[in-house]
Nanobody, 125 residues
Framework: HVQLVESGGGSVQAGGSLRLSCAVS??????????MGWFRQTPGREREGVAR???????TYAGSVKGRFTISRDNAKNTLYLQMNSLKPEDTAMYYC??????????????????WGQGTQVTVS
């Protein structure tokens, strides 16, 4: 039973920083070989990709966060991170981490991600 548990969300003033974590457990695949991603969603809008990272460490970011957010992974701890700097009010959303069983990491397609966390709220004022 695969579980993804996000933490680190909260309220912060514009210009501040937060670091989100996503702990992955119960995996039946080799964590280090799969694609991981962060997504976010606000009420009434579709869930959108924020950042993703492949097994080779290759990262991709949404244009709106590029240069401010950094995705990283600690394969020894089965943990994914999202460092968010220079936060803006428009970054306010529920943030979700997601995992693929495969290492294919070239799409934001929601249906291509096999596992999802419950989300952590980020509020920027």
């Amino acid at each position: 039973h695969v579980q993804l548990v996000e933490s680190g969300g909260g309220s912060v003033q514009a210009g501040g920083s937060l670091r989100l974590s996503c702990a992955v457990s119960g995996v039946t695949f080799t964590y280090s070989r799969n694609c991981m991603g962060w997504f976010r969603q606000t009420p009434g809008r579709e869930r959108e990709g924020v950042a993703r990272i492949g097994s080779n460490g290759l990262t991709t970011y949404a244009g709106s966060v590029k240069g401010r957010f950094t995705i990283s992974r600690d394969n020894a701890k089965n943990t994914l991170y999202l460092q968010m700097n220079s936060l803006k009010p428009e970054d306010t959303a529920m943030y979700y981490c997601a995992a693929k069983r495969s290492g294919y990491c070239y799409t934001w397609s929601l249906s291509s991600f096999d596992y999802w966390g419950q989300g952590t709220q980020v509020t920027v004022s």
